[in-house]
């Protein structure tokens, strides 16, 4: 096994690959809901 494949960077690129997804789905929910949210929120403190 001279050329043996070095597989420990591989897996930390998997790792930041599925980070980054998780990231941009987070982003593109609160940029969907963000709105929303900040109306039921204003909505609360209105009414107290």
């Known amino acids: 096994m001279l050329f043996a494949p070095k ?5 930390l690129v998997e790792y930041a690959l599925i980070l980054v997804l998780v990231a941009v789905v ?7 809901l963000g709105p929303a949210v900040g109306k039921i929120f ?6 107290v």
């Open 26 to 32: 987070v982003i593109v929910i609160l940029a969907l």
């Open 42 to 47: 204003s909505n609360v403190i209105n009414a």
């Open 7 to 11: 597989e420990k960077g591989q897996g």
